[in-house]
């Protein structure tokens, strides 16, 4: 590849065109959903004022509509940036040019990593709310009879000799198991229970992948690879279908 092709290629980042937040610049940043931060300059006085447009915020808000936890991740960016949060997007203020280049950088930056710790951190709190749900719906579907049998946040052996985790196992020591585990519409989560299905011995529909929010279409045919992919509302009649037949 020649300069000239990455030069054709990297022109974006060149570009700079005046709205009405300040002229609009993107960077090299990224988003969780993988779009460039864009950062926005304002000239006052003989210094600039340059900020992120929200776009940290609103990054994060697509993927969890949770106020407190995204302005967490913004205060934290921005303290680690020496930056302010002015309403909901991050701001830098330099008194001349010769700073303009590290404030740019820096809001970029900072809004990347406050959207990127705040996605995580709203995917971890969905996961673990899903968690008690299907817990509280599989006590439902083998009641008393079989609760002994349902253990929780267990660890298996795989083949490549790695611990996968399993937020839950049903079956009797010595007889065939129902590995279950959540997973929400993150690239996270997807991963890593993708990993843990594809690791462990067992037929993919002995291997529950639990969902109660849509996930896209590619990812469910990933996860159908390894496991059953099951909305929680289904969750109850389908171990109850295993427990009737015997099957575990």
Request: hydrophobic residues 40%.
């Amino acid at each position: 590849m020649t300069c000239d092709e990455i030069r054709k290629a990297m022109a974006e980042f060149n570009a700079c065109e005046h709205t009405a937040e300040g002229a609009r610049i993107a960077t090299h940043c990224l988003y969780p959903s993988f779009e460039y931060v864009r950062v926005f300059v304002v000239k006052v006085g003989d210094g600039f004022h340059v900020h992120d447009g929200a776009g940290a915020y609103n990054a994060a808000w697509l993927h969890g509509r949770d106020d407190e936890m995204i302005k967490r991740s913004l205060d934290d960016a921005a303290e680690r940036f020496r930056l302010h949060v002015s309403g909901t997007a991050l701001v830098g203020n330099v008194k001349s040019l010769d700073w303009l280049t590290s404030a740019i950088l820096s809001v970029a930056n900072a809004s990347s990593i406050a959207a990127h710790d705040a996605v995580a951190k709203i995917a971890a709190a969905q996961e673990e709310a899903l968690v008690n749900r299907i817990a509280k719906s599989l006590a439902e579907a083998v009641g008393p009879r079989y609760i002994k049998e349902l253990s929780r946040n267990v660890n298996i052996r795989g083949f490549s000799g790695g611990l996968r985790h399993f937020d839950f196992v049903l079956g009797r020591e010595g007889s065939k198991k129902i590995l279950i585990n959540s997973v929400t519409p993150h690239r996270n989560s997807i991963s890593a229970k993708y990993v843990s299905f594809a690791d462990t011995e067992g037929d993919p529909k002995d291997k529950f992948a639990v969902h109660d929010r849509d996930l896209d279409n590619d990812d469910t045919l990933l996860l159908q690879q390894v496991a059953s992919v099951v909305p929680l509302t289904s969750l109850v009649a389908g171990t109850q279908r295993y427990l009737k037949h015997g099957l575990i």
